[in-house]
């Protein structure tokens, strides 16, 4: 058993998501309540521990109202600037770690945070011998060893409520809605909410994609005696287009190749931060909960190093070093892919898609023109540059407001 007078830094690390108070908010509940602990808020992920002077504030049960811990985001204040540096930078860096966690006389260290968030935070809770327990939060549910991560199951609702509400558009105009997700390495977000919210097509990052096989499922839904469709298109999808740069819209570029080469109209909504913000859905707060929870009942009977996880309908955990193993993507036999292509819905090649991802990488740099990979359009058939396609309402391939641009951080977890 710890000390009763236990000193617990709670922070939230890489970007934000639905659910982060209701984590904080039980940690903070079950470790002054049960155990008599001070639990430090530390503001802004590791900046709090390395700024001077240092900025926390201290939790108790009592401040943190109902409406607050089901609020989105986190009020803590998060970080997703990358890579903690290298060289002299990380050294400083994690002696700045260190001697912020003795500063504030922390014990241990409960971290939220995202597959890199994890890997970050133990490299420094191990260079300051501080005990760190992690719980898994992303809405890519990309964390290893977890089968599902806080605000995960708000994202996937956006989704499923985007396709819900983009559903009587298509068919009042007879057109193709292509709806863009997060998911840079995997496709979880994109599959989950596709297949909820009753999409055609689903293309992700982990299977490969074929326009001409794409434009083929499409004519089939259309000569079916539907006129509409609706395609979910994760945004780590564009490593497979040559020329496509990492801050432009592969939901875009897709919603005009398959207008171009199918005279089917198109349109494309990209989500963006839509996906991250919010109040946490019912699942988000049960996860919330029951992590929240395991995580300090690790703390009380001295079991450190690790992450809570959920597998199996039940929450365990597991050695911090399982996780930072890098993103966890779609298995090949995942039942909700066999699940997706019994319903009909296309997912494009079983092939690797790193392999047309590398074909694309290659094509971009040395390739001549009309090579056989996926290239971004410059010109269409009639020889002007494609326009972003408009229309009376106004609706049209614009990137949401939330949407990253080039100045935008390295997202991390």
Request: proline letters at 6%; aromatic letters at 4%.
């Amino acid at each position: 058993m710890i000390n009763p007078t236990k000193t617990v830094g709670v922070l939230t690390s890489g970007g934000d998501c639905a659910g982060l108070n209701a984590v904080i908010g039980a940690v903070t509940r079950h470790a002054v309540d049960s155990y008599g602990w001070r639990v430090l808020g530390i503001t802004d992920g590791t900046l709090g521990l390395t700024a001077v002077p240092r900025q926390y504030c201290e939790l108790r049960p009592e401040r943190l109202s109902a409406p607050l811990l089901h609020s989105g985001g986190s009020f803590l204040g998060s970080i997703s600037h990358g890579e903690p540096g290298s060289g002299q930078q990380l050294v400083d860096r994690k002696e700045a770690f260190a001697d912020g966690a003795r500063k504030l006389g922390l014990d241990a260290l409960v971290a939220i945070g995202g597959d890199g968030s994890m890997r970050i935070l133990h490299e420094l809770c191990s260079h300051a011998r501080l005990p760190m327990i992690g719980i898994p939060k992303t809405i890519d549910n990309d964390v290893p060893e977890t089968e599902s991560a806080v605000g995960f199951a708000s994202a996937v609702q956006v989704v499923s409520d985007a396709l819900d509400r983009l559903q009587p558009t298509a068919a009042s105009h007879h057109r193709v809605i292509v709806v863009e997700t997060m998911g840079r390495s995997s496709g979880h977000i994109a599959l989950h909410g596709g297949l909820c919210g009753g999409a055609d097509a689903i293309l992700v990052p982990e299977l490969r994609m074929d326009v001409e096989s794409l434009i083929a499922h499409i004519r089939r839904v259309f000569s079916s005696g539907r006129r509409h469709a609706l395609i979910v298109v994760a945004e780590g999808v564009r490593a497979q287009v040559a020329g496509l740069g990492p801050y432009e819209s592969v939901g875009t570029w897709l919603a005009q190749e398959l207008e171009k080469r199918s005279g089917i109209e198109a349109r494309c909504t990209s989500l963006g931060y839509l996906q991250r913000g919010g109040s946490p859905c019912a699942e988000d707060r049960r996860l919330a909960a029951i992590f929240g929870l395991r995580a300090v009942e690790l703390l009380a009977n001295g079991n450190t190093n690790r992450m809570v996880c959920w597998t199996k309908g039940a929450v365990l955990d597991v050695p911090l070093k399982a996780v930072i193993t890098g993103p966890r993507k779609l298995e090949k036999n995942s039942p909700l892919l066999a699940a997706a292509r019994g319903l009909g819905i296309w997912l494009g090649d079983d092939a690797d898609a790193a392999v047309a991802s590398q074909a694309a990488a290659e094509s971009s740099t040395c390739s001549p023109p009309n090579a056989g990979s996926l290239k971004k359009s410059t010109r269409n058939p009639a020889g002007k540059p494609p326009a972003p396609p408009t229309d009376a309402e106004g609706s049209h391939a614009r990137q949401h407001p939330g949407s990253r641009t080039p100045s935008s951080p390295t997202r991390v977890g």
